[in-house]
T-cell receptor, first 114, second 112 residues
Framework: AQSVTQPDIHITVSEGASLELRCNYSYGATPYLFWYVQSPGQGLQLLLK??????LVQGIKGFEAEFKRSQSSFNLRKPSVHWSDAAEYFCAVGAAGGSYIPTFGRGTSLIVHP | NAGVTQTPKFQVLKTGQSMTLQCAQDMNHNSMYWYRQDPGMGLRLIYY???????DKGEVPNGYNVSRLNKREFSLRLESAAPSQTSVYFC???????????FGPGTRLTVL
């Protein structure tokens, strides 16, 4: 079965600073990888996803993520954070065939200081 | 398109009471899901329905039942609510299990 770890429970950055949120997964074959964002009091919204092909994936709101098979990682990045990016971020990993329902990480809460 | 809708938005129950959470999607998706979200635990899958007419248990199914009423609707029932079921419940849908999931706004449930 697949699993996903988000090592950071909270991340604090200043507005305008760069951001990297970590995600490590465990799965034997090539996984399907997702990043979702949850604003306070809202449901989750997809930021980006990786299924195959180019390992650098562009998403909405200026986010990108890079799939690194050798490190079993799919870290989320943004070059310059805006105050509106303050939210909870979830990484999820899925797999083709068998138990293909994505497994979600526990989330990273992003705090943005002005 | 409304996307995924959930009712109610908020609910307070007493221990032992029953209730049904309703979910509907208008995107013609095949798969639907129920999750619960608790602080520090992320999202945990309760039940899912890969297609109309099928339902399967997820990670935390105990104390819950589901019904896939038709392609659009997927309800979650608590037969005898317990304080441990205090949580925020999210319904989601997707075209297939490997596809993007679209989430509803959530139901905040408190069991006293």
């Amino acid at each position: 079965a697949q699993s996903v770890t988000q090592p950071d429970i909270h991340i604090t950055v200043s507005e305008g600073a760069s951001l990297e949120l970590r995600c490590n997964y465990s799965y034997g074959a090539t996984p399907y990888l997702f990043w979702y964002v949850q604003s306070p009091g809202q449901g989750l919204q997809l930021l980006l996803k990786y299924f195959s092909g180019d390992t650098l994936v562009q998403g909405i709101k200026g986010f990108e993520a890079e799939f690194k098979r050798s490190q079993s990682s799919f870290n989320l990045r943004k070059p310059s954070v805006h105050w509106s990016d303050a939210a909870e971020y979830f990484c999820a990993v899925g797999a083709a065939g068998g138990s293909y329902i994505p497994t979600f990480g526990r989330g990273t809460s992003l705090i943005v200081h002005p | 398109n409304a996307g995924v809708t959930q009712t109610p938005k908020f609910q307070v129950l007493k221990t032992g009471q029953s209730m049904t959470l309703q979910c509907a999607q208008d995107m013609n998706h095949n798969s639907m899901y129920w999750y619960r979200q608790d602080p520090g635990m992320g999202l945990r899958l309760i039940y899912y329905s890969a297609s109309e007419g099928t339902t399967d248990k997820g990670e935390v199914p105990n104390g819950y039942n589901v019904s896939r009423l038709n392609k659009r609707e997927f309800s979650l029932r608590l037969e005898s609510a317990a304080p441990s079921q205090t949580s925020v419940y999210f319904c989601a849908s997707s075209y297939s299990g490997t596809d993007t999931q679209y989430f509803g706004p959530g139901t905040r449930l408190t069991v006293l």
